[in-house]
């Protein structure tokens, strides 16, 4: 059993930074990628960030030099920090993560979801 917890979300105001959580904790081998999305209302859910368990990074277009994904294995927790954000980033911010399992499956979980809302 595996289980993902966001927080981090809130209200903020046009340029300003918010960081988001997302603790991982249960019964897995490893980890294969991590990655957050987010959905608008009336929008399909878009991928904003991915990371490897190695650590290499891919961004969304609209979103590369103002986000960035980071992870901590020793506290189980990847982040996305996001900086001078704008009104098009309010959505639903989902974190989502492969694992590997002891007896060689591979499975996707998503968190719950955190609402961002960017606003004056």
């Known amino acids: 059993q595996v289980q993902l917890v966001e927080s981090g979300g809130g209200l903020v105001q046009p340029g300003g930074s918010l960081r988001l959580s997302c603790a991982f904790s249960g019964n897995f081998f490893a980890v294969n990628y991590m990655a957050w999305y987010r959905q608008a209302p009336g929008k399909q859910r878009e991928l904003v960030a991915t990371?490897?368990?190695?650590?290499?990074?891919n961004y969304a277009g609209v979103v590369k030099g103002r986000f960035t994904i980071s992870r901590d294995f020793a506290s189980k927790t990847v982040y996305l920090e996001m900086n001078n954000l704008k009104p098009d980033d309010t959505a639903v911010y989902y974190c989502n993560i492969d694992f590997r399992f002891f007896d060689g499956r591979t499975n996707t979980y998503w968190g719950q979801g955190t609402q961002v809302t960017v606003s004056s």
């Open positions: 990371i490897t368990s190695g650590g290499s990074t």
